[in-house]
C-alpha cells in the first residue's frame, strides 16, 4: 500500500540554520504535486469502498475528497490525518481483537452475522442515547468495526461478534431464539 506522508509543520521562531533544519521547511512551502493530490483522493476513495459507512470520520473524508482538483494544503494534510487515523485505529482494533482468548459462545457463525447486523441496523444513534436498541456504548464502535470486518476479515468478524454479543442477548433473544440456551 503507498505511503501518505504528512508535510511538516513550520514552528514560528524556530532556529531554522542549516541545510538539515531548511529542507523540511522549503519541502512545506513547496506546491502540492498532482501526485499528492491524486495519491490522498485514491486512498480516500478506497477506504470508502472498503469500510463504508465504518469509515472513520467519513462525512469530513468525503467533504475532503470532493474538493477541487487543486487542493489546499491545509485540506491535503487533513485528508491525509484521517486516513492515518482511521489505519491506526483499525489496525489497533484487529490486534484487540487478535489478541484476545476465544470467547465462550453458543452461536453458529450464521447466527453472529445475523446479530452483528441487527444491532447495527438498531443503532443508528451510535449509542449516543441510553435506549436498549442496538449496540451499547461500551460495545458500539467494535459492534460497527465488527459488521464492517465481516466483507474484510470474516473470521476475525465472527470472534469479535462473539465477544460482543453476549452482552446483548435480551435484544437478541427475539431474532436468534436459541441465544443463551444450551445445544444438544
Known sequence: ??????????????????????????????????????LARAMARMLRATWGEFTHRKDELARLAALPPVMQREDHDE??????????????MVEKISKAP??????????????????????????????????????????????????????LAIKAGRMLLPKHKKQLRNILPSFGRKRP
Open 102 to 155: 476465544a470467547p465462550v459462545c453458543d452461536l453458529s457463525e450464521a447466527e453472529v452475522i445475523v446479530g452483528l447486523k441487527h444491532l447495527t441496523r438498531l443503532d443508528q444513534d451510535c449509542a449516543s442515547r441510553a435506549n436498549e436498541r442496538g449496540w451499547s456504548k461500551s460495545t458500539s464502535s467494535q459492534g460497527h468495526w465488527a459488521t464492517a470486518m465481516l466483507d474484510i476479515d470474516r473470521s
Open 79 to 92: 485528508l491525509v490525518g484521517i486516513i492515518e487515523q482511521h489505519r491506526s485505529k483499525a489496525a489497533a
Open 1 to 38: 500500500m503507498a505511503e501518505i506522508r504528512k508535510r511538516p509543520s513550520f514552528t514560528p521562531g524556530a532556529r531554522t540554520a542549516g541545510p538539515a533544519r531548511v529542507a523540511p521547511l522549503i519541502e512545506e512551502i513547496a506546491p502540492l504535486t498532482e501526485q499528492d493530490i491524486s
